[in-house]
């Protein structure tokens, strides 16, 4: 290890502390249940300890139905050649003599944590000023895995819950579960905002993967626009909002002309009336109170992309992440990579990190050109079959090109000849809304409204078709 700042003192640790749960442990089986949900063998400094408490661990495995004490443990570490390495007979006999109180059993455990992390801190430290001198790893990488390692490290700081769960306690846990439900319907997921959808996912829910695909045009970008608007400015949960394609500025025009009802076309052109003002402050003051939060670099590295998801997790306590879309994430590949390979590197962190940020991550991705004038299919998602395995949930876009309305042409015909459904004065082009894969729950198609002038999606008076 590389030399730091500490390098000729002691690491920090507690040995009063190691020597009172050791004591306690063998004292009751109380106070053995407790610390074991705080402690592993490895959070203990001497290697002494370390010895007798994974020890302490096996006899309970082998020999539940027995008492331990320090003939039974004395007897155990003597089989296993381990009686020596843990101190022996006497140094083991002292330390249930030293134990002031095993009630404070878990107190203890704690002092001897709280000494592992400083350890393991100071061992990332460590490790890192080693990484720093060495030039042959590029500093995006570093900085990638120093907010992953630190990520991890804080995550650990509580209890383990890597633990084998018994169905006896899972069963009630659900079912209390259910009953919630019942009571206050599914709080779990982040609503979307469209009724149809919500009812057919039960929201977005934590650690899901969701991608969104579309051909060039469809409506993509302005379908996660309109759930992001209902998640973060009409119900006021916090969501990031990742663009590569469009700045943020661009965004915030969408957000305004879907919010105030004022047509795009104006609001790029400034040509505006009295009444579209009033309409775009009023909207404004909402958008203002809202919490949504937009990163827009264009062509944003992957490490990048992770480490600024999680300053908005950390800093906003962001409930959504949107991305629009995986093709611009530069994975920092080496050029000579398929690209079908990259795609599929930049699949599998988006999947990994919605699962350490626990939250829905919601990417956007064009599928093929094979999709062109016909609905889109799983196996049309473009670039790799990666995409399509890794999602947890995965929607394709699907409109008739025919029916495409030019912003500022109110009555044009559709593709069936006839005046195309208006809502708040705005034509509509209806839009399917396909759940093509949902891992834990059904499948089918949505009919929704597309607004090209407001650039945003409605719902519509339909009931949706479960397959």
């Known amino acids: 290890m590389a030399s730091t700042p500490a390098v000729g003192r002691i690491p920090p640790h507690n040995d009063d502390a190691e020597r009172a749960v050791l004591g306690a442990v063998l004292l009751s089986a109380n106070a ?48 296993k050649n381990l009686l020596d390495l843990s101190g022996g007979m006497s140094y083991i006999a002292s330390l249930t003599s030293d134990v002031p ?19 393991s801190l100071l061992e990332l430290s460590g490790k890192l000023q080693q990484d720093v001198f060495d030039e042959s790893q590029e500093i995006a990488y570093l900085l990638d895995e120093a907010e992953r390692n630190m990520s991890d490290l804080q995550a650990s700081s509580g209890t383990f819950t890597d633990k084998y769960q018994e169905s006896s306690l899972l069963v009630n846990r659900t079912v209390d579960r259910l009953m919630e439900r019942a009571k206050h319907g599914n709080t779990d997921g982040i609503k979307t905002g469209f009724a149809q959808l919500d009812e057919m996912t039960g929201g977005f829910q934590p650690a899901e993967f969701i991608v969104i695909g579309a051909r060039p045009s469809v409506g993509k970008t302005a379908f996660a626009i309109s759930m992001a608007i209902q998640i973060a400015i009409h119900h006021k949960i916090p969501a990031g909002f990742f663009s590569a394609e469009m700045t943020s500025m661009a965004i915030m025009e969408r957000i305004l002309a879907a919010e105030s009802r004022v047509d795009s076309k104006r ?21 203002y109170e809202g919490k949504l939060y937009i990163q827009d670099t264009p062509n944003i590295k992957l490490m990048d992309l992770r480490s600024q998801a999680r300053r908005m997790k950390r800093e906003r306590d962001v409930k959504i992440i949107f991305i629009d879309y995986i093709s611009l994430i530069n994975p920092e590949s080496q050029a000579q990579v398929p690209r079908h390979e990259q795609v599929a590197e930049i699949s599998r962190s988006l999947k990994s990190l ?46 008739d090109r025919l029916a495409e ?20 004065g705005f034509p509509v082009q209806e839009t399917k809304v396909i759940l093509a894969k949902q891992r834990n729950g059904e499948t089918g198609i949505i009919t929704m409204g597309f607004q090209n002038q407001l650039v945003r999606f409605v719902e519509l008076d339909r009931s949706s078709h479960t397959t």
């Open 267 to 287: 609001i790029r052109s400034a040509i505006l009336r009295n009444q579209d003002m009033a309409n775009i402050i009023d909207a404004a003051s909402r958008i």
């Open 101 to 119: 109180t095993t009630a404070n059993a878990v107190y203890y455990a704690n002092i001897v944590r709280s000494h592992s992390l400083r350890r």
């Open 354 to 399: 919605s699962r350490e940020l626990n939250i829905p991550i919601v990417a956007l991705s064009q599928v093929s050109r094979d999709a062109e004038g016909k609905e889109p299919n799983l196996a049309n998602l473009r670039e790799s079959g990666a995409v399509e395995q890794d999602a947890d949930v995965v929607i394709l876009l699907h409109r």
């Open 405 to 424: 309305v030019p912003s500022g042409e109110r009555d044009t015909r559709s593709a069936n000849g006839q005046s195309p459904q208006m809502i708040q």
């Open 32 to 79: 053995f249940s407790e610390v074991s949900e705080v402690l592993r063998k490895e959070d203990f400094y001497k290697s002494g300890h370390q010895v007798l408490f994974d020890a302490i661990l096996m006899f309970h495995q082998e020999h539940s139905s027995q008492t331990i004490d320090l003939i039974t443990i004395t007897e155990f570490l003597r089989s």
